[in-house]
């Protein structure tokens, strides 16, 4: 019986290892998705620890989906939460639904499928039930140090129990390192106390700007000017006289203009045809002998100078009393000079009252020629503007005089010429009323190319004598 029992207890253990290794065991459900191998199970410990739990896992992971998609397992739940009986159907309920929707597509089905059971947050939450802890961070670093057990200083190092002693702050950190990160540099800054010094009441006297006066307010010219009678195609005789002799005025005046500069112009070229030939290989300024002088020539000029030279007395050194004399005299004649000048300044002290008048008259009467200048120049600017006044580099132009002789005249509007450029007047006007900067016409000018000769080496002539 026992050989029989034997057996039979090895023939059962022969059995899982004969399937083991006839049939695959099946892929599991939850796992990596490598080919599953039975591990050895010799040995009772061999054998709990590789025991195959499968069916275990699968209903887990059943329970677990179960969750996701109720909130809770499907035993737990009621049956009224599980079954629901309809006692009454809808029969127009086939009608309103669609043929086709997108929600009955597979692949939304699969995005819609949302876990119910709820998320795990990081962070702690007002709601969370968080123990607190019993003791405070000062509590316990004050048993920590009282009981020395190894602490952590600034930088987590580790100190040495003998550098501090119980109860003291050697390693503790200082209120600064505590308060870093409270600073907000954005925040506004509370009022400052303002400490009473009595000077309350005191108020800081305002600075006026200076009054300026713009010059573009004094112009009071209109764009367009009226025409002088004088330019009319029948003009009176008097306006027309008086527009002539304007002209010849303005003309004249160029022409005086145009003789001092060709006069100018001449006496530069004069100057020029006068001008010696300049020798470039001597410093300016000097003269060199020439080559082939005559030897007398020579001499002659150096015995004058030799007889001059002997002409001319060495002055004698002065002795110490002459020199004392001179500065003597010198001293005398300043303070003669000095004496004069205090004189004067006492016999002025009589007429300081006159003087003061004097100084007085001419001083008002300097105040009225400014005054009166700056009234002409304000009543000009009011009539002309900035006709014939200089701005940064150019001037700005004056008016041109427009006018025809006396058998120039055309009586009736058949015979009249157009003259002047209304484009020209437009932009003179805008110049003369301080409306833009005064500038002349820039014209494109063609660019020359001068020839430029060079001597090659082969073709130079050396003076060989």
Known sequence: MATSKSSKASALDSKPTSKAKGKKPARSAVGAPSQHTQASRKGKRAWRKNVNIEDVEEVLEGMRAEERVTGTTLHQ?????????????????????????????????????????????????????????????????????????????????????????????????????????????????????????????????????????????????????????????????????????????????????????????????????????????????????GLHANEEEEEEPQGEDESQQLAKKVPERKTKAQKNKAARLLKEKRALAEKAQRKRLLASINDAKAIRRSTAR???????????????????????????????????????????????????????????????DRFQSLQQRALIEPRVPVLPTKRRNRTIEYEKHAWKNFDRE
Not at 252 to 258: M, T
Not at 412 to 424: A, D, I, Q, V
């Open 362 to 424: 001419v001083m008002s009467a300097q105040e009225q020629e400014r005054e009166q200048r700056l009234l002409k120049l304000a009543e000009k600017l009011k009539k002309q503007g900035l006709a014939g006044q200089k701005l940064g580099k150019h001037k700005v132009p004056e008016d041109s005089v427009v006018v025809q002789l006396g058998e120039d005249l055309s009586e009736s509007l058949r015979g009249l010429k157009p003259e002047g450029n209304l484009f020209r």
């Open 77 to 289: 739940m009621q049956d009224g939460q599980l079954f629901q009986v309809d006692t009454k159907g809808d029969d127009k309920i086939r009608h309103s639904l669609p043929r086709y929707s997108a929600s009955q597509l597979t692949s939304t089905k699969i995005l819609a499928q949302r876990s119910a059971v709820p998320a795990v947050f990081s962070r702690t939450t007002p709601g969370s039930n968080k123990r607190k802890p019993v003791l405070n961070r000062e509590e316990k670093e004050r048993l920590m140090r009282i009981a020395k057990r190894p602490r952590k200083g600034p930088f987590n190092s580790i100190m040495d129990p003998s550098e501090y002693a119980a109860g003291s702050r050697v390693v503790a950190l200082s209120e600064a390192v505590k308060l870093s990160g409270t600073y907000d540099p954005w925040a506004p800054q509370p009022p400052e106390e303002e400490l009473k010094d009595g000077l309350e009441t005191v108020t800081k006297k305002k600075a006026k700007p200076p009054i300026v006066t713009n010059t573009r307010d004094l112009i009071e010219v209109p764009a367009i000017v009226e025409p002088h009678q004088g330019t009319s195609y029948n003009p009176p005789a008097d306006a027309h006289q008086e527009l002539l002799v304007k002209a010849a005025t303005i003309e004249q005046k160029r022409l005086e203009q145009a003789e001092k500069l060709a006069e100018t112009k001449k006496k530069i070229e004069e100057a020029k045809d006068n001008q010696e030939e300049y020798d470039f290989s001597v410093a300016p300024g000097m003269k060199v002998q």
